[in-house]
């Protein structure tokens, strides 16, 4: 299935779940509203006409405006099918801030979807801030348990201390 | 008065054992490099693992941000160390297909005949450290001499023997060298005198014919070593939709039987590269190449699935070898450091030794990309471990882990 086909297709099944899509893109996306992310991954993965089997890659975005400080930070989604050997982008975008732990931007898990998706989130958590709902368990991955801030956001501010030792 | 023995009260007092935490890593040697497997043992069940990664974190995709895509192929060595050379391949062809750059032909064979060459040295690393891992060091001896030479034609190439550099953003940074001294294994191995010269071309040719006779021996060290098939064979088994699910890439969804390689299967800039490639896709099951006790999916097949791609990636590196001496065009086309990246973005995969390396770039208009992902294969085989060493003895982590032949340089980037 072309880029097109697989926007129609979401389209008709999700209608104003769907936000936007950019299918001239070297990279053709399709945003999908926050609250309908794993609803939309399931639907991507059980259908027959999909069959998106494979998440390639999980990953956020953060597009700040520096001028302004706000923005919003994205979660992107790389998925392709090796039965039908097709691929697509899926994107969210999140505030910055958010009502989740500790001001933290919420967007619903979809581990029950792929199984890879479990260390990615806590990934995008540990470097990104993002709360991923209905993780079976979101703590950090790379980061050491008591690091502080989300080292990928772009208002990050490099440490100049570690647990009382200098680190520069 | 009753026996101890014959009261079953006492009996099971006696035989039961404590939930045991054992740490195995960070500086374990079949970790390979510093992973930290937590394990909840039960006597020598191990009911419970959890991994600990990041001790080799330095934020690569942070330092990304801040550098031209040029400026930051040498990071992209230091990921997968062992294949240095694919990782370079997957972020410049990322790289050339977000600013819309065509390389010229002669650039393209020599990136063939690298990443293959680089495909055989990592797996024999693989074979090796997987013998190591199973207490056998023979292999891993033999494994080393032959990477040796590799890495001998790798330095005459580009300088260095393991952060190459070398794929860059245009081609290649280095054509060929038209005379070299024999590498002092080679003229070991094959009796020439150590101080005559040669092409590179000639040096890599004498290479591999004699290291394709010695893939038998390997196999009759290791693939059909009786203990080896007792240890692997039926152990791990990963399923094709469990091998989906986990994001499974390379030799561990070609040990479960999924038939997808990224040269033949993938983006159309990098397919490209392997037209007129005459090469086969590995894929389980064996049929009568497999030991009896071998199912899809276990670690026996993902050892072999290693072994066999070395025998393609030799086809590979002698069919670029002849197409070498013709191809048209420079090896490098010039890229300046500060060219503007458009504001699109591109996620880019390739066939890395260890499975689909992926590298994700959005430009902003700027020299430096907004963001620069790098996916590592090894993350996402790694997470299924934890699934599979459930219900095995503790002396099977080791050859369920080494099978899925992981580097941490690449998992914690």
Redesign the interface.
């Known amino acids: 299935m072309t880029p097109q086909q697989i926007h129609e297709l979401l389209l008709e099944k999700f209608q104003d779940k769907i936000e936007s899509a950019n299918l001239g893109s070297l990279e053709p996306h399709i945003t999908v509203k926050a609250e309908a992310i794993a609803d939309v991954c399931q639907f991507l993965k059980s259908d027959q006409r999909l069959q998106m089997n494979h998440l390639n890659n999980l990953c956020g975005v953060d597009h700040l405006d520096a001028k302004t400080g706000t923005g919003r930070i994205e979660v992107v989604y790389h998925m392709q099918s090796y039965p039908q050997r097709h691929r697509i982008c899926i994107k969210v975008a999140l505030p910055r801030t958010g009502d989740g732990p500790n001001g933290l931007p919420k967007c619903p898990s979809v581990t029950k979807v792929w199984d890879v998706a479990n260390w990615h989130e806590r990934e995008a958590f540990d470097l990104f801030g993002i709360h991923f709902e209905g993780h079976p368990k979101l703590v950090r991955i790379l980061c050491d348990e008591g690091w502080e801030g989300h080292p990928l956001r772009k208002d990050y501010v490099f440490p100049t201390h570690y647990q009382g030792m200098r680190a520069n | 008065m009753v026996l101890a023995t014959q009261s079953e009260e006492l009996v099971e007092f006696d035989v039961r054992t404590d939930e045991m935490l054992i740490n195995m890593g960070p500086q374990h040697p079949s970790t390979h490099g510093v992973l930290r497997l937590l394990l909840r043992t039960d006597g020598e069940i191990i009911f419970g693992v959890e991994s600990h990664?990041?001790y080799l974190?330095r934020?690569a995709?942070?330092i990304g941000?801040n550098l031209s895509p040029v400026q930051w192929v040498p990071y992209t060595d230091r990921m997968d160390y062992l294949a240095g050379m694919n990782m370079n391949l997957g972020m410049a062809l990322a790289v050339e297909?977000?600013i819309g750059m065509q390389v010229p032909e002669k650039a393209v064979v020599l990136r063939v005949l690298i990443a293959e060459l680089n495909r055989i040295a990592s797996h024999l690393v693989g074979m090796g450290a997987y013998g190591l891992d199973l207490g056998t060091f023979s292999p891993f001896l033999y494994a080393f001499r032959e990477r040796e030479i590799i890495l001998d034609l790798f330095e005459e190439v580009c300088g260095a023997r393991l952060t190459y550099s070398y794929i860059t953003v245009g081609g290649v940074t280095h054509d060929l060298p038209a005379n070299i001294p024999i590498p002092p294994g080679l003229a070991m191995l094959t009796g020439r005198d150590p101080k005559s010269t040669m092409s590179w071309i000639d040096a890599c040719t004498l290479f591999l014919d004699w290291l394709e006779k010695r893939i038998s021996e390997y196999h009759t060290l290791l693939t059909r070593n009786h203990i080896f098939i007792k240890r692997t064979a039926g152990m791990g088994v990963i399923s094709p939709?469990?091998a989906?699910?986990?994001?499974c890439t390379g030799p561990v969804l070609h040990g479960s039987g999924?038939d997808?390689d990224l040269r033949r299967?993938g983006d159309p800039i990098y397919t490209r590269m392997y037209e007129g490639f005459d090469f086969k896709v590995i894929v389980a099951p064996f049929g009568s190449d497999a030991p009896r006790e071998a199912v899809l999916g276990d670690n026996w097949c993902r050892f072999y699935v290693r072994m066999l791609e070395v025998v393609e990636a030799i086809k590979l590196v002698r069919q670029a070898m002849a197409k070498y001496p013709t191809a048209q065009g420079e090896y490098r086309v010039p890229h300046k450091m500060n060219t503007k990246l458009p504001k699109?973005?591109?996620?880019l995969?390739t066939e890395c030794p260890r499975g689909?390396m992926?590298f994700?770039f959005?430009g902003n208009g700027d020299s430096k990309p907004?963001?620069a992902?790098a996916?590592s294969s090894c993350?996402?085989n790694l997470?299924?471990a934890e699934?599979l060493c459930e219900g095995v003895f503790l002396a099977d982590v080791p050859a369920i882990v080494g099978s899925l032949d992981i580097v941490m340089g690449e998992i914690?980037?």
């Open positions: 990664l990041g974190h934020c995709e942070k941000e297909k977000l939709e469990k989906a699910s986990y994001g999924i997808w299967d699109d973005e591109v996620y995969e689909a992926g994700y959005v907004m963001r992902r996916k993350f996402c997470s299924i699934e914690d980037r």
